[in-house]
C-alpha cells in the first residue's frame, strides 16, 4: 500500500508480465512503478518516471501473498 503526492492511498500488487492488469491494481514487475518499489521499505519514499512526468510515493505497508 503506498501514499501519492496527493494523499491518496493505493494497493498494488507486483505480478508477472502475463498477469498484469492495472484495472485491478495488478502491476507487471517490469513497470516502472513496480521497479520503484521493488527492495523498497515501509516509511520509504520512492520515485518513479510516469507519463505525468516525475512521482513520489511513499510505502505505508508490504504485504507478500
Known amino acids: 500500500?503506498?501514499?501519492?503526492?496527493?494523499?491518496?492511498?493505493?494497493?498494488?500488487?507486483?505480478?508477472?508480465?502475463?498477469?498484469?492488469?492495472?484495472?485491478?491494481?495488478?502491476i507487471s514487475w517490469i513497470a516502472p512503478i513496480a521497479k520503484a518499489l521493488l527492495n523498497s521499505k515501509k516509511g520509504e519514499t520512492v520515485s518513479f518516471?510516469?507519463?505525468?512526468?516525475?512521482?513520489?510515493?511513499t510505502v505505508l505497508k508490504i504485504e507478500y501473498l
Not at 500500500?1 to 494497493?11: D, F, V
Not at 518516471?49 to 510515493?57: C, H, I, M, Q, T
Open 1 to 26: 500500500t503506498i501514499e501519492n503526492e496527493e494523499g491518496l492511498s493505493l494497493t498494488y500488487q507486483i505480478v508477472g508480465i502475463d498477469e498484469s492488469n492495472p484495472a485491478q491494481k495488478k
Open 49 to 57: 518516471r510516469s507519463p505525468k512526468g516525475e512521482e513520489e510515493l
